[in-house]
């Protein structure tokens, strides 16, 4: 992580990875590590307020997918997509609110382009692109929030495990430590 | 600005809180494992779990290890960070630590709720609680922003729910804003008569209410008026626009004197009635209204007005005659036309093209029933100029255009003098038309009528001899020639100079002036025009055995109007097309013998989009004749004016004229009607004359002749009229005489007796709705009446927003199997509601439409609601004012009520005990969904009756229940311009399409846009209990904003690394706020973080991650991810 501190350059936050310790799946995995692995990135609006939803109508639906908040699909940088699949998620999904219903007018509509632009890349790189999909969700959809996150499941289910190189895992404690004591890592 | 200098609170020592919420969690997260886990992960030093968090122990549980430097971070995990985020911040800080160094973990709403095994739940939580560990650690300290709040309150709509909020909030010394798009506040509940379950009368508690909103000191009320707009006035207010519609009426000096809504002639369907009464065109929906201001509906220049040349406001003269009111109708018809007699009889009448009646069945007879108020008063008078001016204008030809110009031209005060080379003045009114068709005493009456409010006329001074255009336009301010078309064109075929060949113009004219001659028995006129058809008619009345109309094309493709076709075929002339002269042959001692004609067929569109006729080759054939009329059109005699004028001409032998002034290229010299556009109808040379005099006018009055003439002569209106359901009836022919009488010069129609033009008249559709005939005017002593009101936008700026746009009922129409629309005695709730009101349209009797009391009554519950083909919810109110209505429908009819329910859904303070009460009255109480209304009799005692076939699920039978009556109990909708609205407020609307409040429970007025709260049935179908309930909890939520004066913004604004921008700018457009502005000097962007909102776009697009989000930082996020996917 020190090396990260120090590295200021643009593309700090890339695939370069952030650590050198061998990927590891952590406790729990093994067998169940062949679960599918799930990234969701809902807007807090829409698509999260749903997901809140969902769990009060006591919708029950596939595990996999963990759910990461933002205030607006908007926010959702491409790197973030690629981190998720680097770190071993076997898909991403991400969720925002219909066209027309942004709260901040047109971030959605700027998730779309990133989604498009993202999909051509992931095929570049060898990810089939159905790993990573876009719902309009809005706040009042929990039952689709349930069957996006089973159909999602499904999906990702029949494409299997993603194969990706080996790549760096998850920062060490002492270098975490490193940063929250003594640099911060104001700039990141 | 930059980053703030990260502050530290030492190494991160986290606290992670597991929370059994109850059982909601705990019976499916094991929380012992999660616990266990949690106590792995870096830097956690404390992992407790706790029954209830959020309770005071729970927090107090945090707050002990952060004061006792256990730890000075915290993690819960627990339910939604919406629900308790702002919970744990508080006790975070408490504990003596900055709120920022929190996070939660949803392990409720997105774990436990909805996780089937308990072992994958458990998973889950662990995964989230990790990713919210790894996050927190790297979390800074931030400080809330503080935005003020503006004190003032905007309302938006005035049912009962915006009446009561907007009242506590103005009685609690604010401002408010309540804007109302109905002419009048009190929304639905005004319409009911007596409210559930009190029986109290809706009025008399809701009209002083509405009297008070009225007489607030504090309350702006604005009716008729809707928001255009909302956008943020700063961070947290609110710039509004509203439209406050044009109501035609004065709202300071309007007294609601109602005297106005006595006169107008005009009555539409009551909306406030449910159509079940009428309301005239100038109205107020009902008695009580708050402002007690009248509103004229106008839908726009009606189809007929817009389409005529000069305007003539057809249906306002028309409603006037169907009432009846001939003398008003007389003053609307001057109003536009000095001519009206002339008009009524020969105008083309493009109005009645655009006739909206057309959709139905036949355009109305406009003329007609113009002509028949011109023949009712024949002595009327012009209206007298009322201001005079020393200015004289020469006017060159006394056909429409000049009379017409002359006209408009006194009435600005001029002084106009008309010169006519002819005898008689008129132009081709006097010498082209016929005296059948145009009788000479209606012109020469016409034309005494102009010269008695001051045109002169000089009649046999033709410009040119007797006067040059040079002299006109040195004695005389203006000049205007409207000489018209009167040269004949030629035929071009040989034999044309041969006696008895004659031109059209020049026959009707030898007629007009002189008198009928013979010409001979058989006679051939050519063409298909309008011409064509006079002369061949003046030809029989000139006492020709045998008159033949010869044309080149098809009757389809005749100019002529299609009636004097088939008038001129009941006289007995013959057609021949597809014919075309040759030659005409003859001597000059004989005179004319016969033409030869050749045959043609059509053949491609040519410019007039006619198909073109083309000579069919030796196809020759002779037709013997006595005398031939070639009407085949005419051009301007320039010559006569006197050689060269120096004004500019066409190649067609026309003058050239400014399309929009009609201004020649000389100076002061104005030229219109057939002389400029070639031969065309009367109604267009009238134009012409009007377009001139206000061009003259302004050309002497030194004003721009060009500026805001658009609306000048024919238009199409951009509105559609439904027309469905009108019953069909077709135009009343005008009387005629008979055809004996037609070889006379005698008029042939008659003209309207008073009853068929009343019948006639009653036909119009009523397309502008306000016709415009400004009775309400006249009679209006405090002059509040102003037909140029146009809408106009207001500004306002406020802090809170509470919306109470109420609901719409549901169209019962959409459920045909019940009969709504197509049995007269099925209604709707509201309409019955309408009918038991005492000041409805049946002043509170229940009545069958024919006005008998019905014997039998059923009402239907559940229209439209929980249905999964409609709507699935339950509409709360239906079982309620059902119960109300069946109680009242019996105790004013003693009719045998039938209650048809699915489920009797009553609970509320003395709701029950309604119900029981009905029971106990003898209400008929049937439990099962009606299958259909039908009138189809099965029995003799269901003859004439409306049977209601349903299900009895107590007893499992189906049941047949013959009525009178049948009420259904028509459900909720939301508004049907709901979306739209929410769009407007950045609010969202719920499954159902209602307004989606902030949290069911929690906060049910409350949105997810700050200071924008809900009221009433918008949020979701209530009574009018829980509605004013609402509407208080609105009031409160925002005199708390006001009272505190501000709010605290969260933290999560964007900022900008100087030291990583790399000053490509990518993140300029995209900021929808405009927050981003470029430094040239330093080659940067600069966040402006009081214009933020917090989206977070411009972070993710930029490229040098320069741009970060306080709360959302890269490095958070890809924590956040690692923590998600790393440890499970």
Redesign the interface.
Known sequence: MSEKSLD?T????SLKG?GSSPP?L????GE?SREP?I?AFFC???T??A??L???S????A?NA???????S???????VL??FQ???DGVLIGGCHP??C?????NY?ALR?YTLLKRLLTEMGIEPERLRLEWI????GDRV?RVMNEMAEKIRQLGPLHLEPAP???P?KQ??A???GQ????? | MSTPEPKTNGAPKIGVYVCHCGVNIAAKVHIAEVIEFAQTLPFVTVAQEYKFMCSDPGQELIQKDLREGRINRVVVASCSPLMHEMTFRRATAEGGQNPFFFQMANIREHVSWVTADGHQATEKAKALIAAAVRRVAFHKPLEKKRVPVHPHVLVVGAGIAGIEAALKIADAGKKVYLVEREPTIGGHMAQFDKCFPTLDCAACILTPKMTQVCVHPNIELMTYSEVESVEPYDLRNFKVKIRRKARFVNEDTCTGCALCADVCPVSVLSEFDEGLGMRKAIYRPFPQAVPNIFTISRRGTPPCQAACSIHQNAQGYITLIAQGKFKEALDVILRDNPLPSICGRICTHPCTVNCTRADVDEPLSIPGLKRFITDLFPNYKLPQPAVERPEKIAIVGSGPAGLMCAYELRQRGFHPVIFEAQPVAGGMLSVGIPAFRLPRDVIKAEIDRLKEIGIEIKTNTPVGTAVTIEQLRKQYAAVFIGIGAHVERKLKVPGEALPNVWGGIEFLRKVNLEGPFKLGKKVLVIGGGNSALDAARTALRCGAEEVTIVYRRTRAEMPADPKEVEAAEEEGAKMLFLTAPKAILGNKETGVTALECLKMKLGAPDASGRPAPEPIPNSEFVLSCDAIIATIGQVPDLASLGGKLGIEMTKWGTFKADELTLETNMPGVFAGGDCVTGPDVVVNAMYAGKKAAISIDRYLNKVDMRAGREHEGPYRTEYAIDTSGTTVQRQIPMPAIELARRRTFDEVHTGYTQELAIAEAKRCLDCGICCDCRLCATICEAKAINYEMKDEIEEIVVGSIILATGFKPFDARRIPRYGYGKYPNVYTALEAERMTNSAGPTSGEIRLRDGSKPKAVGIIHCVGSRDRNYNSYCSRVCCLYSLKLAHLIKERTHAEVYNFYIDMRVPGKAYEEFYDRMLEEGIHFIRGRVAEVTDHAMTPDEEGKLVIRAEDTLIGVIRRIPVDMVVLAVGLEPQADADEVRRKFYISCGSGGFFLERHPKLAPVQTFADGIFIAGACQGPKDIQDTIAQAGATAAEALVLIDRGFVELEPNTAFIQEELCSGCKTCIPLCPFNAISFNAEKSVAVMNEALCKGCGTCVATCPSGAAQQHLFTDEQIYEEIEGVLSYV
């Open positions: 200021l643009p593309q700090s936050p952030r590891s952590g406790e729990g995995a169940r692995r990234v807090t609006w829409c999260y307020t997901a809140d969902a769990g009060m006591r919708m029950t639906y595990p963990r759910i990461v908040r933002f205030m607006c908007g926010r959702v940088d491409p790197q973030f981190k998720a770190e071993g998620a027309g219903d709260h901040y007018q047109a971030g700027n990133r809005s706040a009042s959809e349930q895992r998850h920062v404690a975490l430590e940063v929250a004591v911060q890592g104001g700039a990141r």
